[in-house]
């Protein structure tokens, strides 16, 4: 079965601290895994992809890395501010299927 | 902003009742996924339709089903509501051959938040 496993379940820094979130998946065969940041109340929205091939890729503060041999995945957060508050999901899809798998997500607060 | 957009965005119904949720796809996406958000959780797949066509669904029952419309608009309904089924509903359209997208990115509208009391 496809499961993919996110902790800490929730998570609170202090602004300007780094924080990295974690992400293990069983997803077979891996296709890609996106992570997703989910604002309170509206609907996630794409950070990064990693297909089979990427183990680092960077989108501003953030840093998604990859190792597909130990099917783990991290995010992390570079100098949090306080909009980095929110729910940061990890969706793997398989090869060839239609249906993504999706973890339950992490839950940041940044405090000032 | 995404281009998806769901409506209504709140609404209150009461145990029994019969809901639709409607979602408008982004332009050019021919794909449309609807996912269930309990409080704290994930989202959980429903049900994907790609050209008017279901091609995936998840563990939901028969009380859940859905359409979509040949401007690749979509609606979900749910029929006889139980208290569980309150949650954020959550649209997603994305584009590619077969109703899978290679890149697999899936464009969220802002949900609907249904109350069953």
């Known amino acids: 079965k496809n499961q993919v496993e996110q902790s800490p379940q929730s998570l609170i820094i202090l602004e300007g601290k780094n924080c990295t979130l974690q992400?293990?998946?069983?997803?077979?065969?891996?296709?890609?895994l996106r992570w997703y940041k989910q604002d309170t109340g509206r609907g996630p929205v794409s950070l990064t992809i990693?297909?089979?091939?990427?183990n680092t890729k960077s989108n501003g503060r953030y840093t998604a890395t990859l190792d597909a041999d130990t099917k783990q995945s991290s995010l992390h957060i570079t100098a949090s501010q306080l909009s980095d508050s929110a729910s940061y999901i990890c969706?793997?899809?398989?090869?060839?299927?239609?249906?993504?798998?999706f973890g339950r997500g992490t839950s940041l607060i940044v405090h000032p | 902003e995404t281009g998806v957009t769901q409506s209504p965005t709140h609404l209150i119904k009461t145990r029994g009742q019969q809901v639709t949720l409607r979602c408008s796809s982004q332009?050019?996406?021919?794909?449309v996924s609807w996912y269930q958000q309990a409080l704290g959780q994930g989202p959980q797949f429903i049900f994907q339709?790609?050209?008017?066509?279901?091609?995936g669904r998840g563990n939901f029952p028969p009380r859940f089903s859905g359409l979509q419309f040949p401007n690749y608009s979509s609606e979900l309904n749910v029929n006889a509501l139980e208290l569980d089924d309150s949650a954020l509903y959550l649209c997603?359209?994305?584009?590619?051959?077969?109703?899978?997208?290679?890149?697999?990115?899936?464009?969220f509208g802002e949900g609907s938040r249904l109350t069953v009391l």
């Open positions: 997603a359209s994305s584009s590619g051959a077969g109703g899978y997208s290679n890149t697999g990115e899936l464009f």
């Open positions: 992400c293990n998946y069983t997803v077979s065969p891996f296709s890609n």
């Open positions: 990693m297909t089979f091939s990427e």
């Open positions: 969706v793997v899809r398989s090869g060839g299927s239609y249906i993504p798998t």
């Open positions: 332009s050019g996406h021919n794909t």
């Open positions: 339709y790609y050209r008017e066509e279901e091609n």
